[in-house]
């Protein structure tokens, strides 16, 4: 890498890091990182600055200026999650958004820096409107707070069919236990970070009882059966308290039971089939809180309908061992 572009490179990936800092500092003024002020603008003024710096050599091809602000964008990924300001799983989710905003950033600077080689009269005017693009995540963070924040609930659900009676299929389902680490199979949720399943337990198999799942790095879920009919459906109403999530386990911004994202109720049902086989469905209720419901909702089901498939995919697999 040239000299000229290791330093708009850095001066862009120092921008970022401090515009991430301010907002822990000033959060209760910029509300949420997850705002439309951070997560669009910051990466826009990101490459915005890239380009701006860059030789005008370097930014002659249309590849370049699309390009480029990726760098700074990868170098702040990976000094936030060293730093354990970030989580990996929320960076993996929006980095894509990120590096695309990114480069409208860039783009918008190469247009500018076109005007600037036309005009010359206009280059301190246009230098004074790149300066305020810069000052826009901050400046825009104080007008927006909490306020495009908007609850979105999901409802997804996956099935399988399993060649055994609604009887067995009802006996592994309600006798988890130990998860053993040959019984899991990778999957995305846990290429992603999120905790493997150890044991799931039941206290009482009553309306009333309470369900306990246990997942590794201290994540655990009380649930408590809300309907129950026996080898037919049991409803779990999931009760999520942020606070004993230890912080270790998943990004701040993205940990269950807090205000961006939740789990509610958990529902599994049981169909006989003509053939003798059954029909097992885990469906769940979640929501998300975000002001980009449109691109959170994306990733939310996909993952969320992988950890209902490796649920079911292990009563299916147990069954089969009968």
Same mark, same amino acid.
């Given at each position: 890498m040239e000299k000229s572009t290791t330093l708009a490179v850095t001066a862009a990936t120092v921008y970022g890091l401090l515009l991430r800092i301010l907002h822990d500092l000033l959060d209760q003024f910029l509300g949420s990182i997850i705002s439309i002020s951070f997560v669009m603008l910051a990466p826009l003024t990101i490459g915005f600055l890239t380009i701006y710096l860059l030789p005008k050599d370097q930014t002659k091809s249309m590849v370049s200026i699309i390009f480029k602000p990726f760098l700074p964008c990868a170098i702040l990924m990976c000094i936030t999650i060293a730093l354990n300001i970030e989580g990996t799983i929320c960076w993996l989710m929006i980095f894509p958004l990120f590096a695309f905003t990114a480069s409208l950033g860039g783009i918008i600077a190469s247009q500018i820096r076109k005007k600037n080689d036309r005009d010359s009269n206009q280059k301190n005017r246009n230098t004074l409107y790149g300066s305020f693009i810069l000052c826009l995540p901050l400046v825009l963070g104080f007008i927006e707070g909490d306020t495009t924040s908007s609850r979105k609930d999901f409802y997804i659900s996956r099935s399988v069919i399993i060649k055994a009676s609604s009887k067995q299929v009802w006996k592994e389902l309600t006798n988890i236990n130990e998860i053993k680490p040959e019984e899991q199979k990778n999957s995305l949720s846990t290429f992603l970070g999120f905790p &493997?399943?150890?044991?799931?337990?039941?206290?009482? $198999?009553?309306?009333?009882? &309470?369900?306990? /799942?246990?997942?590794? +790095?201290?994540?655990?879920?009380?649930?408590?059966? /809300? +309907?129950?009919?026996?080898?037919? $459906? $049991?409803?779990?109403?999931?009760?999520?308290?942020?606070?004993?999530?230890?912080?270790?386990?998943?990004?701040?911004?993205?940990? !269950?039971?807090? +205000?961006?994202?939740?789990?509610?109720?958990?529902?599994? &049902?049981?169909?006989?089939?003509?053939?003798?086989?059954?029909? !097992?469905?885990?469906?769940?209720?979640?929501?998300?809180?975000?002001?980009?419901?449109?691109? /959170?909702?994306?990733?939310?089901?996909?993952?969320?309908?992988?950890?209902?498939?490796?649920?079911?995919? !292990?009563?299916?697999? &147990?069954?089969? +061992?009968?």
């Open positions: &493997r399943h150890i044991s799931t337990t039941i206290e009482k $198999l009553e309306i009333g009882g &309470r369900r306990i /799942a246990i997942y590794d +790095k201290g994540l655990f879920f009380n649930e408590t059966i /809300a +309907k129950l009919e026996n080898e037919q $459906l $049991l409803v779990l109403n999931i009760n999520i308290n942020p606070n004993t999530i230890p912080v270790k386990v998943m990004d701040e911004h993205i940990v !269950l039971g807090g +205000k961006h994202v939740d789990i509610l109720q958990d529902v599994y &049902r049981l169909q006989s089939l003509s053939d003798g086989t059954c029909k !097992l469905t885990l469906s769940s209720h979640f929501y998300i809180n975000t002001p980009f419901n449109w691109y /959170a909702g994306l990733w939310s089901e996909y993952l969320m309908g992988d950890i209902l498939k490796s649920q079911i995919n !292990l009563i299916q697999s &147990r069954t089969y +061992k009968i």
